[in-house]
């Protein structure tokens, strides 16, 4: 049975960055590269034709930068599917945390072994969020425990069961759904249940944002182990 290749579009203002990554991404049986863009403006436009699941995007880019792409991106009824994974040079660009609440699915640093970026395109491509225990976490605890505008979701953990808000707490931890599972003695199927009910509750996109709404609300909080 024949795999569709998850559909990648490039955007970096840096062409032998985006020809390396292209080298990179098609050498991957399971990917193509549909489009390459150096503004965030290229990808954009470029989206509407490329048919692509998934950018890769780095944030510093002239004119509209990454973090206004991914906005308008998530922000496009018709562009509801693709996905945006942001790039950085550095793993403490406050910017990170910005990519991630105008909707990005997670974020890597540029100088990623090969290998990672491919996963990382896989798990975001494939609806998961790319948050970790180590950097992601740590990072977003950071930026959140300062007052910020916040992510325009429906509601807050209040809304949510008992069990739910759990759940929330170990997603935001950087936990994977069967890690999450294993924690709290369920089923993955039951875990990934209860993953979706909760960013159904909260209007979130993705599982980043539930990250976010659980730092902003106060149900975790940075250092919190």
Same mark, same amino acid.
């Given at each position: 049975?024949?795999?569709?290749?998850?559909?990648?579009?490039?955007?970096?203002?840096?062409?032998?960055?985006?020809?390396? &990554?292209?080298?990179?991404?098609?050498?991957?049986?399971?990917?193509?590269?549909?489009?390459?863009?150096?503004?965030?403006?290229?990808?954009?436009?470029?989206?509407?034709?490329?048919?692509?699941?998934?950018?890769?995007?780095?944030?510093?880019?002239?004119?509209?930068?990454?973090?206004?792409?991914?906005?308008?991106?998530?922000?496009?009824?018709?562009?509801?599917?693709?996905?945006?994974?942001?790039?950085?040079?550095?793993?403490?660009?406050?910017?990170?945390?910005?990519?991630?609440?105008?909707?990005?699915?997670? &974020?890597?640093?540029?100088?990623?072994?090969?290998?990672?970026?491919?996963?990382?395109?896989?798990?975001?491509?494939?609806?998961?969020?790319?948050?970790?225990?180590?950097?992601?976490?740590?990072?977003?605890?950071? &930026?959140?425990?300062?007052?910020?505008?916040?992510?325009?979701?429906?509601?807050?953990?209040?809304?949510?069961?008992?069990?739910?808000?759990?759940?929330?707490?170990?997603?935001?931890?950087?936990?994977?759904?069967?890690?999450?599972?294993?924690?709290?003695?369920?089923?993955?199927?039951?875990?990934?249940?209860?993953?979706?009910?909760?960013?159904?509750?909260?209007?979130?996109?993705?599982?980043?944002?539930?990250?976010?709404?659980?730092?902003?609300?106060?149900?975790?909080?940075?250092?919190?182990?």
């Amino acid at each position: 049975m024949t795999t569709t290749p998850i559909r990648v579009l490039l955007a970096d203002d840096q062409h032998l960055v985006r020809a390396a &990554f292209a080298m990179l991404v098609e050498s991957a049986p399971d990917m193509e590269v549909v489009g390459q863009a150096g503004t965030g403006n290229e990808a954009v436009e470029l989206l509407h034709s490329a048919r692509a699941d998934l950018v890769v995007m780095d944030i510093r880019m002239p004119g509209l930068d990454g973090i206004e792409a991914t906005r308008i991106i998530a922000d496009d009824a018709s562009l509801a599917d693709v996905k945006v994974l942001v790039l950085t040079t550095y793993a403490t660009d406050e910017h990170i945390v910005d990519a991630l609440r105008a909707g990005a699915s997670g &974020f890597l640093v540029k100088d990623t072994r090969p290998a990672e970026l491919l996963d990382a395109i896989r798990t975001v491509a494939a609806g998961d969020a790319l948050l970790s225990p180590g950097p992601t976490s740590r990072l977003i605890a950071r &930026f959140l425990s300062t007052p910020v505008t916040k992510v325009d979701l429906v509601g807050g953990p209040e809304g949510l069961s008992e069990r739910e808000r759990q759940v929330l707490t170990l997603v935001a931890r950087g936990l994977n759904n069967a890690e999450i599972a294993n924690a709290l003695g369920l089923s993955p199927l039951t875990a990934k249940t209860h993953v979706s009910r909760i960013m159904g509750k909260l209007g979130a996109r993705d599982r980043a944002q539930l990250v976010i709404v659980a730092y902003e609300s106060g149900l975790v909080t940075p250092g919190q182990r």
